[in-house]
C-alpha cells in the first residue's frame, strides 16, 4: 500500500491534502468531518489585525465612556459585526477544534502590519495551535510606497510573529512579488518554516447600471493551480522551509501535481464548498489508486520530481516557455487557416 504520509512544517500528516482558511471549519461537527474524509492538517478560519484593533477600540472606548478621550478614529474599517468570529470566541473555538481532532491545527492570523495584534499569536500558541499561519494579504494603494518598504514590512510583521512563538510559523503569501525567490529566502531568514502559495485575490466587480463597486466571491478553478506549480516548482530545493499549495486543488491530479512541483501539502477550501467535505475522501481514492497502478512505494518519494531543479529542460519555468508558448500557439493558427 503506498504511504501517503507527508511532513509539513516539522508536523507528521497523514496525507497531502489539508484544509485551507475557510468558514466551513467554524464548526466543530466540519471539522471532525473534515478529519473523518481524511485532511491530515486543517488551517482554521483567519482572525484579522482589522478585527482585533476594532475590539481594542470598542474596549477602550468602554473605559474611557464618560470621559473627552477617544482613540484614533477607525472608520475606514468593516463593523465588527462584518468579522466572524471576536478573538475571545476565535481562542475558544481553536480549543475546542483541537479537543475534537487528533489532526493538526493550524490558526490562522490575518494581517499586514506590526501592532499590538502580534501578541494574538502567542495566545493562539497557547491555545493548542500547532502551528500558525500568516496571512499577510496587502494591496498597495499608496504611490509613495515602495516594493521594498512593502516587502520590510511584511519580513518585520514575520519576524515578530516568530519570535513571539514556539510553534512553526508559516506565510500565506500573495503572488504579486517582483522576486518571490528573494522574498522567500528572507522569510525562511525572518523565522518562517514554511510558505503558503498563494493568496487568491478578491477584487470587486462594477455594477454599471447602479454604479457601485460591489465586492465578489468566486470559488476558484483548476486553472488557477498552474501559477502556484510553476512557482513552487521554482522554489523547490533553494528553501528549506515546506512550501502548501493553496488555489485550485480540485482533484487528486492536482494534488499529485502540487507534490511533484515540491508541495508538502495541497490545500483545498472551494472544492469543499462546491462538493462537500466528503470530496477529500474521494480524492484520496482516486490519489492512492493512481499511485498503487503505477507501483509507488510513497507519494513523499515523487516530492519535486517536476520541480525546477529536478527536470532537464528547465527552459519550460524561464522565459523559454513564454516564447516557446506564443510560437506554437501561432504556428498552429497558421495550419488551421490551410
Ligand atoms: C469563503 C472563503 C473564505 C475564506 N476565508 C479565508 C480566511 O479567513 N483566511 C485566509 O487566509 N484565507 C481564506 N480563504 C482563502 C482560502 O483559504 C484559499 O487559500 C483559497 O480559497 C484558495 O484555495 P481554493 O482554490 O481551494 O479555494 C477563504 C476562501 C473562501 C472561498
Known amino acids: 500500500m503506498t504511504d501517503l504520509s507527508m511532513q509539513y512544517l516539522g508536523l507528521k500528516l497523514s496525507g497531502p491534502i489539508a484544509v485551507a482558511s475557510t468558514p466551513l471549519s467554524e464548526s466543530i461537527e466540519n471539522v471532525r468531518r473534515m478529519e473523518d474524509a481524511g485532511a491530515s492538517a486543517i488551517v482554521l478560519t483567519s482572525l484579522f489585525e482589522e478585527q482585533l484593533a476594532l475590539e481594542s477600540r470598542t474596549l477602550d472606548e468602554d473605559l474611557s465612556r464618560g470621559t473627552e478621550s477617544f482613540p484614533e478614529s477607525l472608520d475606514y474599517l468593516p463593523d465588527l459585526g462584518d468579522y ?8 475558544e473555538h481553536l480549543r475546542r477544534a483541537r479537543q475534537a481532532v487528533n489532526i493538526p491545527v493550524i490558526a490562522s492570523l490575518n494581517g499586514a502590519t506590526q501592532g499590538g495584534w502580534v501578541r494574538m499569536a502567542r495566545e493562539m500558541e497557547q491555545a493548542g495551535a500547532q502551528a500558525i499561519e500568516l496571512n499577510t494579504y496587502a494591496l498597495a494603494t499608496d504611490q509613495s510606497q515602495t516594493s521594498a518598504e512593502i516587502e520590510m514590512q511584511i519580513l518585520d510583521l514575520v519576524t515578530q510573529v516568530c519570535e513571539a512563538v514556539q510553534v512553526p510559523v508559516a506565510v500565506k503569501l500573495s503572488q504579486s512579488f517582483t522576486s518571490i525567490p528573494h522574498l522567500c529566502a528572507r522569510l525562511e531568514h525572518a523565522g518562517a518554516r514554511g510558505v503558503s502559495l498563494f493568496n487568491r485575490f478578491y477584487q470587486p466587480d462594477f455594477d454599471i447600471e447602479t454604479l457601485e463597486v460591489r465586492p465578489t466571491l468566486h470559488f476558484s478553478t ?12 521554482i522554489l523547490y530545493g533553494h528553501l528549506n522551509a515546506d512550501i502548501a499549495i493553496t488555489g485550485g486543488v480540485h482533484s487528486a491530479e492536482d494534488v499529485l501535481k502540487a507534490v511533484m512541483a515540491g508541495a508538502s501539502v495541497a490545500m483545498m477550501v472551494s472544492a469543499l464548498h462546491i462538493h462537500g467535505i466528503d470530496h477529500i475522501a474521494r480524492v484520496l481514492v482516486d490519489l492512492r489508486y493512481w499511485l498503487e497502478m503505477r507501483e509507488y512505494a510513497s507519494l513523499s518519494g515523487t516530492r519535486g520530481c517536476l520541480s525546477r531543479r529536478s527536470v532537464p529542460d528547465t527552459s519550460p519555468y524561464d522565459r523559454g516557455n513564454y516564447i516557446k508558448t506564443l510560437s506554437s500557439y501561432s504556428l498552429r493558427q497558421t495550419v488551421a487557416a490551410f
Not at 84 to 91: A, E, G, K, P
Not at 222 to 233: I, N
Open 222 to 233: 483548476p486553472s488557477e493551480l498552474l501559477p502556484r506549480l510553476h512557482w513552487a516548482a
Open 84 to 91: 466572524r468570529m471576536s478573538q475571545d470566541v476565535y481562542l
